[in-house]
């Protein structure tokens, strides 16, 4: 799993070039498989795990519960990933030893680990209080693993390959929560062995990329200092002064967004207006495994066909936009038709235009970088408008869902995903 090495000039560090070979498929294939245990570890539990163990816990409060949780995990992730993505940009080669010696595959493999041990003492927990601190603690350490992952793309990926690795490497994001699913709803039926599961995937999926794959070391000389008073900095970086990198930044929250108020409680929607254990004499969580499947394949299929296309055409804002529109469309639907069937209809729409975006819009991100030198700082900034949602989601979410219903959450929904489609348009230096 080896990429040609880039030719430079002495004078100038690998790790900080901008790349121009293409990577081989070897490279692909290892990143897609630390992504896959990684968002398989972070995706499954709160879709499947947390929702069920807060029910058992407190059931009366069980919406939430979930919100408060998944929100100060989104919180943890916020503040962690530009913290680890900063240290890592600055990781020298002075020690470490092997694939060990770069700036990222360290940082990769030692959070995977933590990442694991936290999941472990979370699948023994009972009270609403006790998993909160630990989904904080996964929270940070799984999204410090994913500042470094994220940064692998630029630093070793030419722009003109990227949305065609980026479709790849994108797709273990849905296809992560369809295996987790099967894993803790099929196999690993208890919530315990559940999150076991989850961990040993974290950390033996992870291993192939860090050791088989270059990570280029940084040399002293080229380091650039560290002072926690500049990486407090680092969380703002001037609208004014990079336009389309804000713009990258608010049309992927507002994606992210969308998503975190349309997929959070779709366990309990198939429970109550769905009816799912009435209509089918089998459990909401059979029904949920079914809807992530099929929008899955849609996933896979659109991430790949969209990535090469964008690459192809140089077009990324437009397959942006249409992605939103699609997600839109899903929500809108469950707006109006609260069935099963439209149920169905809305996990086609929402895979489709999920795996789309997936590809072309982080593709289109590492086009707007502000520095070489801050490649996973500033990926780290980009990540928060993914996690952010993460806790801003479940806020809006919670309410509108108590006080109003389902049928007003996913036309909230819909909205946030047609500004995200059109705001794209704003970013001047892509396509």
């Given amino acids: 799993m080896t990429n040609q090495p880039v030719k430079q000039h002495s004078a100038t560090s690998l790790a900080l070039a901008e790349p121009t070979?293409?990577?081989?498929?070897?490279w692909v294939t290892g990143l897609s498989l630390a992504s896959l245990g990684m968002w398989m570890a972070g995706l499954t539990p709160v879709?499947?795990?947390?929702?069920?163990?807060?029910?058992?816990?407190?059931?009366?409060?069980?919406?939430a519960a979930l919100g408060i949780v998944t929100g100060?995990?989104?919180?943890?992730?916020?503040?962690?990933?530009?913290?680890?993505?900063?240290?890592?940009?600055?990781?020298?080669?002075?020690w470490g030893f092997g694939r060990l010696r770069g700036r990222r595959h360290r940082w990769t493999l030692f959070m995977a680990i933590l990442g694991a041990i936290s999941l472990v003492a979370l699948g023994g927990l009972k009270t609403v209080a006790g998993v909160a601190i630990l989904w904080v603690l996964f929270s940070a350490f799984q999204n410090a693993e994913y500042a470094s992952l994220s940064a692998a793309i630029p630093d070793h990926v030419p722009v003109r390959q990227r949305a065609t690795v980026a479709g790849w490497v994108g797709m273990p994001q849905a296809l992560g929560l369809v295996i987790g699913t099967v894993l803790v709803v099929d196999i690993f039926t208890k919530i315990f062995t559940g999150y076991v599961s989850l961990a040993i995937l974290l950390v033996l999926l992870a291993v192939p990329?860090?050791?088989?794959?270059?990570?280029?070391?940084?040399?002293?000389?080229?380091?650039?200092?560290?002072?926690?008073?500049?990486?407090?900095?680092?969380?703002?970086?001037?609208?004014?002064?990079?336009?389309?990198?804000?713009?990258?930044?608010?049309?992927r929250f507002l994606a992210s967004l969308a998503i975190a108020m349309g997929t959070l409680y779709l366990l309990y929607f198939l429970e109550g207006p769905i009816h799912y254990r009435q209509h089918f004499h089998s459990a909401a969580?059979?029904?949920?495994?079914?809807?992530?499947?099929?929008?899955?394949?849609?996933?896979?299929?659109?991430?790949?066909?969209?990535?090469?296309?964008?690459?192809?055409?140089?077009?990324r804002k437009m397959i942006v936009t249409l992605s939103g529109i699609l997600m839109g469309l899903a929500a809108l639907l469950l707006t109006f038709v609260e069935t099963w069937n439209a149920t169905l209809v809305a996990a086609v729409l929402f895979g489709v235009?999920?795996?789309?975006y997936l590809a072309v819009d982080q593709a289109l991100i590492t086009q707007v970088l502000p520095a070489a030198k801050d490649r996973?700082?500033?990926?780290?900034?980009?990540?928060?408008?993914?996690?952010g949602p993460a806790a801003i989601g479940p806020a809006i979410a919670a309410p509108i869902t108590s006080i109003f219903g389902y049928p007003e959450l996913f036309g909230a929904t819909a909205i946030v995903a047609a500004f995200?489609?059109?705001?794209?348009?704003?970013?001047?230096?892509?396509?």
């Avoid at 995990?73 to 080669?93: H, K, N, W």
């Avoid at 969209?306 to 192809?312: C, F, I, K, T, Y």
């Avoid at 235009?353 to 789309?356: I, K, R, S, T």
């Fill in 21 to 26: 070979v293409h990577v081989r498929w070897g």
């Fill in 47 to 63: 879709q499947i795990l947390l929702p069920l163990q807060l029910q058992s816990a407190d059931p009366h409060h069980k919406i």
């Fill in 72 to 94: 100060l995990g989104a919180v943890a992730a916020v503040i962690a990933t530009p913290l680890a993505g900063a240290l890592s940009d600055r990781t020298t080669q002075a």
């Fill in 209 to 251: 990329f860090v050791f088989m794959t270059p990570d280029h070391p940084l040399e002293p000389e080229h380091r650039e200092p560290f002072s926690l008073r500049e990486t407090l900095k680092a969380y703002w970086i001037s609208p004014k002064e990079y336009p389309d990198f804000a713009w990258a930044w608010i049309t």
């Fill in 285 to 315: 969580t059979n029904g949920l495994e079914i809807l992530i499947i099929i929008y899955t394949v849609c996933v896979v299929l659109t991430a790949v066909v969209g990535g090469m296309v964008s690459d192809r055409m140089g077009k």
């Fill in 353 to 356: 235009g999920f795996g789309a």
């Fill in 376 to 387: 996973a700082k500033d990926l780290g900034i980009i990540n928060i408008a993914i996690v």
């Fill in 420 to 431: 995200g489609s059109i705001l794209v348009w704003r970013i001047k230096s892509v396509p």
